[in-house]
């Protein structure tokens, strides 16, 4: 009996320190299908952290370009963001976004949208 609630214990401490492990919960990765729904022509802080080069080539409704490769003015840049509205973000892949949604987050963002796709994601049919 005692070696049952000895595992039982266990399973309840166990269970406990897994619900208390932090969750990002500010940084949610979204597809072409939310993009179109939640951004396409709507007011919203879409932004573009690839190369003005890339940026210029195309890029998706009325994003904004914060060149990510160029980070003391992309940090300047994030500064003129509202905080208190989604940010969505996207690069060409979706390497370069995750890491600006990382940026954001640690600037205080708590509605930060990962285009995981990206921009070559967006251009398929």
Same mark, same amino acid.
């Given at each position: 009996?005692?070696?049952?609630?000895?595992?039982?214990?266990?399973?309840?401490?166990?269970?406990?320190?897994?619900?208390?492990?932090?969750?990002?919960?500010?940084?949610?990765?979204?597809?072409?299908?939310?993009?179109?729904?939640?951004?396409?022509?709507?007011?919203?802080?879409?932004?573009?952290? !690839?190369?003005?080069?890339?940026?210029?080539?195309?890029?998706?409704?009325?994003?904004?370009?914060?060149?990510?490769?160029?980070?003391?003015?992309?940090?300047?840049?994030?500064?003129?963001?509202?905080?208190?509205?989604?940010? *969505?973000?996207?690069?060409?892949?979706?390497?370069?976004?995750?890491?600006?949604?990382?940026?954001? !987050?640690?600037?205080?963002?708590?509605?930060?949208?990962?285009?995981?796709?990206? *921009?070559?994601d967006w251009m398929k049919n």
């Amino acid at each position: 009996m005692q070696h049952i609630f000895k595992k039982g214990l266990f399973l309840v401490f166990f269970v406990g320190i897994l619900s208390c492990q932090s969750q990002d919960t500010t940084i949610t990765r979204v597809d072409k299908e939310a993009i179109k729904a939640e951004v396409i022509g709507k007011d919203v802080q879409l932004v573009d952290v !690839r190369t003005p080069e890339e940026y210029n080539a195309g890029h998706i409704d009325d994003a904004i370009n914060f060149d990510l490769s160029n980070r003391s003015a992309f940090m300047k840049q994030v500064e003129t963001l509202d905080k208190d509205q989604p940010v *969505y973000v996207y690069c060409l892949v979706g390497s370069r976004s995750a890491y600006a949604a990382k940026i954001l !987050r640690s600037k205080g963002f708590t509605k930060i949208y990962d285009y995981s796709g990206g *921009y070559n994601d967006w251009m398929k049919n």
